[in-house]
C-alpha cells in the first residue's frame, strides 16, 4: 500500500508475542506480513533478521508486551532498532498491551517510574509514533515526546453484548478507575441504563476487598468493565458484591486477558456467566471466556497514520 510521490509502501513486521493478531491486522489492510525472522541465539539473545528492503518505507511493527514482558519487550526494542538501521522513513511501535502500564506512579519514594523507563526505551530503539490500546493511566501519553495513538476496545467489546437493554442491564466499573471505561460502554450498549461503580482496597498484593458500593443493580444483568484481567480479583470480588446486591446475572467485558496462572481456573469457577477479551494478548476461547478481535481498529489507525504520512511527504517534496 503506497502514495505515488509520497511516502513509501506500508510494510508491517511482528515479533513473537502475538503473530495471529498481526496477521489479522494485515489482511484487515489487504497485505501481508514483511519478511522477518525473530528468533533467539542459543545463550537466550535475541536476534532479528530483515528480510526485505525498508529504504524509504514506512513500516508498522506489531508486538504487545505481554507475558512474558520482558522477552516480549525487548524482542520489540530489537526490532525498532533493526528497522531504524534498515532506512525505513517512519518506524510505528504498534503496541497492542502495554507492559508495565501499572506502573506509572511512585507509591514510595524508592520506586521506579517502569512504564515510563519503557517509553524511553521505545523512542531511543526507533519509534517515531506509538499506537496502543486502552492503557490502564493515561498518563503515561504523556511520558512520549511522539504522537501516541491511544484506541479504544470498547466499540468491539459492546458488539459482544448487542441487544441488551437499558431496562435490564446494568454497567459495573469494578473500582473507580474503570468509571470513564463503563461510561464508555454504557453509551455503547445499553445508553441510559445505570452506571454503578464499585469501590475496592487492597488489604493485601493481589488480595482485593469491597469497600462500598454506588449504585442499583437489582433486578439487572450486571456487565462489569475493566481494562485487565490478569488475578481476576478485582472482577471476582466485584462479581460477588453485585450479585449480594441483588442482580439478576452477573458477566465481565475487558480489553486485555492477561490471566495470571490460575486465573482462568479461578474465574471459570465463579458465579461470572460470560467474560469476553480481546485479542491484543493470544488466548483461546474456553467455557465462559469469549474472545473478539480487534484487529480491524488497529488497521484502521495504521490506514489512518500511513495517509497522513504520505500526505506530509508530499507536500515536503512538493515545496
Known sequence: MSVPGGIGSLMVFTGNANPALAAAIARELGTTLSAATVSAFRDGETQVLIHDDLRGHDVFAIQPTSPPVNHNLVELLIMLDAVRRSGAARRTAVVPYYG?????????????????????????????????????????????????????????LAQAFAGASADDVAIVA??????????????????????????????????????????????????????IISTGGTLLAAAETVLEH????????????????????????????????????????RGRLEVVSVASVFARAIERIHGVGAAERQAALAS
Open 100 to 156: 508495565y502500564a501499572r506502573q506509572e506512579r511512585r507509591v514510595t519514594p524508592q520506586e521506579p517510574i517502569s512504564a515510563r523507563l519503557v517509553a524511553d526505551l521505545l523512542t531511543v530503539a526507533g519509534a517515531d509514533q506509538i499506537v496502543t490500546m486502552d492503557l490502564s493511566a493515561g498518563a503515561i501519553e504523556g511520558f512520549f515526546d511522539l504522537p501516541v495513538e491511544h484506541l479504544q476496545a470498547a466499540p468491539v
Open 174 to 227: 469494578p473500582d473507580i478507575g474503570a468509571v470513564k471505561r463503563a461510561e464508555t460502554f454504557q453509551r455503547l450498549v445499553a445508553p441510559g441504563a445505570p452506571v454503578v461503580v464499585v469501590f475496592k482496597e487492597r488489604p493485601a498484593p493481589d488480595r482485593v476487598a469491597v469497600s462500598e458500593m454506588v449504585g442499583e443493580v437489582r433486578g439487572r444483568h450486571a456487565i462489569l468493565v475493566d481494562d
Open 246 to 285: 441483588g442482580a439478576r446475572s452477573v458477566s465481565a467485558a475487558a480489553t486485555h486477558g492477561v490471566f495470571a496462572p490460575g486465573a482462568l481456573e479461578a474465574l471459570e469457577a465463579s458465579p461470572l456467566e460470560r467474560i469476553v477479551v480481546t485479542d491484543t494478548i493470544p488466548v483461546e476461547p
